[in-house]
Nanobody, 132 residues
Framework: QVQLVESGGGTVQPGGSLRLSCVAS????????VGWFRQAPEKGREGVSC???????YYADSVKGRFTISRDNAKNTVYLEMNSLKFDDSAVYYC??????????????????????????WGKGTPVTVSS
């Protein structure tokens, strides 16, 4: 059974850090582009970051310089290191994977309500709350 399972979410104060993990089972991540999306209450799901099978990384402008995506193929896991967290970073964070890199790169770089989010696999999400 194919699964993506996220973990590492929680509540943190502004300026704090969290590290999210996405573990895959039922398929091998190393040939996929893997990304993180987030959805805040009453807002659409938006791309945050993605990493291609050849380790190219992409970030939304809103998180560039604060978030870092990485992968450990031996553990079939992708990470999202989030630093200098802001109130606006509060959302449910979802892990997703697709065989075609451009399908994830585009919505990460260009936020548009019309972006297709029909990727191969999705996780169920992990909540992140930034609160004082």
């Amino acid at each position: 059974q194919v699964q993506l399972v996220e973990s590492g979410g929680g509540t943190v104060q502004p300026g704090g850090s969290l590290r999210l993990s996405c573990v895959a089972s039922g398929f091998t991540m190393d040939s996929y582009t893997v990304g993180w999306f987030r959805q805040a209450p009453e807002k659409g799901r938006e791309g945050v970051s993605c990493i291609t099978s050849d380790d190219r990384t992409y970030y939304a402008d809103s998180v560039k310089g604060r978030f870092t995506i990485s992968r450990d193929n031996a553990k079939n896991t992708v990470y999202l290191e989030m630093n200098s967290l802001k109130f606006d970073d509060s959302a449910v964070y979802y892990c997703t994977a697709d065989r075609l890199d451009y399908r994830l790169i585009h919505p990460v770089l260009i936020h548009n309500d019309k972006n297709s989010l029909d990727f191969d696999y999705w996780g169920k999400g992990t909540p992140v709350t930034v609160s004082s």
